[in-house]
């Protein structure tokens, strides 16, 4: 049984959608892991409080970018400069969530998102990594 394009084209559809695997002789120092964080996906806060944003990289991690949402709207922090911190102040029925993208080669991202209400509840903290390690 011959090949057809058909086939051909199919395979190579599958192969560009999901990437090819590098050959196992290859030097694999450049590989990195993409990273996408979100901390806090969708959550309403119910009093007022304040809300901390966090990242931090270690080694060969990069943050690209990561937004936020100030209590009015959200704002884009393109590049920013490591560890990144920022604090906002959220009233109640406002959305507490982050999201944070960038890569990791041999080493981490980390975010963090700390929501600490006024009336002095417990605070809500939540944190995230995205890792790779060096291989032997």
């Known amino acids: 049984m011959g090949w057809s394009w058909a086939r051909v084209s199919v395979v190579a559809i599958a192969l560009s959608a999901f990437g090819c695997c590098p050959d196992a002789d290859d030097n694999h120092d450049d590989e990195r892991l993409h990273c996408d964080l979100t901390p806090t996906p969708g959550t309403i806060v119910t009093v007022k409080g304040t809300a901390q944003y966090k990242t931090s990289v270690d080694g060969e991690g990069v943050v690209e970018g990561i937004s936020y949402y ?4 959200t704002v884009f922090v393109a590049d920013p400069k490591q560890p990144f911190s920022v604090t906002v102040e959220l009233e109640a029925g406002d959305l507490f969530e982050s999201s944070i993208y960038g890569y990791a080669a041999l080493g981490s991202i980390s975010a963090e998102n700390i929501f600490t209400p006024a009336n ?7 944190l995230q990594f995205c890792t790779t390690q060096q291989r032997p």
């Open 70 to 73: 100030d209590g009015e709207n």
């Open 120 to 126: 002095g509840a417990p605070k809500l903290r939540n």
